[in-house]
């Protein structure tokens, strides 16, 4: 295609110059980006470099996802999918990404809380006050609802409680949640277990 000489563009030295130091300055700014990604790449892996290597299975669903579990000086620091396990190959799900907060978490609840009816602030309580509060409530509840006898039968149920289990729980917290229950007599057993 010809252009005419009036569409033709009149580049000076100096516009040239510019430009060609602005391509040449955009290049290597791209080039570095790439490197900086690099840097942070090996800067993470250099984070669990020297750290001891365990494998593990997640704890919080009945597939048995592989996980490996990278530990420094007893602590964990990183927790990701095990690429050579059969069943995720290296992929894990959004509970099981967030296994290092089940470890490490600086917001977790480390003292019980009590707050009395009526009250508007908040009251740290012993963990021995907590559990003794909680089982006697459940005495009363229980021994106010239990039904003994159905008809002829012997039916020892509890309809005045309800257990509701959580997504947070893994398979050994079920099973030991579901046996507790039903040995106290309940018949409203749940657990949401959804993503």
């Known amino acids: 295609m010809i252009l005419r000489k009036e569409a033709r563009m009149k580049l000076s030295r100096r516009q040239f110059l510019t430009l060609s130091i602005g391509s040449f300055a955009g290049t290597a700014l791209s080039v570095l980006g790439a490197k900086k990604a690099d840097a942070e790449l090996v800067a993470s892996e250099c984070r669990i470099k020297k750290a001891t290597i365990s494998h593990s299975i997640c704890c919080f669903c009945g597939v048995g996802c592989g996980v490996i579990v990278h530990t420094s000086e007893g602590k964990v620091i990183n927790i990701e999918g095990d690429p050579e396990h059969p069943i ?3 992929s894990v799900c959004s509970k099981g990404a967030s296994l290092l ?3 490490v978490n600086e ?3 480390k003292k ?3 707050r009395k009816p ?6 740290e309580i012993s963990w021995e006050e907590a559990i003794n509060a909680i089982a006697e409530k459940i005495r009363e509840t229980r021994n106010a609802s239990l039904i003994e006898k159905d ?6 149920r509890n309809e005045g409680i309800a257990a509701l289990g ?3 729980l893994d398979n050994e917290e079920c099973y030991l949640y579901s046996k507790l229950m039903r040995a106290l007599g309940l018949v409203y057993i749940e657990h949401q277990a959804r993503i």
């Open 88 to 90: 995720n190959e290296g």
């Open 101 to 103: 907060q089940v470890a």
């Open 107 to 109: 917001r977790r609840a």
């Open 112 to 114: 019980v809380l009590h």
């Open 118 to 123: 009526g009250a508007i602030d908040w009251e």
């Open 151 to 156: 008809g002829d039968f012997v039916v020892n």
């Open 166 to 168: 959580g997504a947070a």
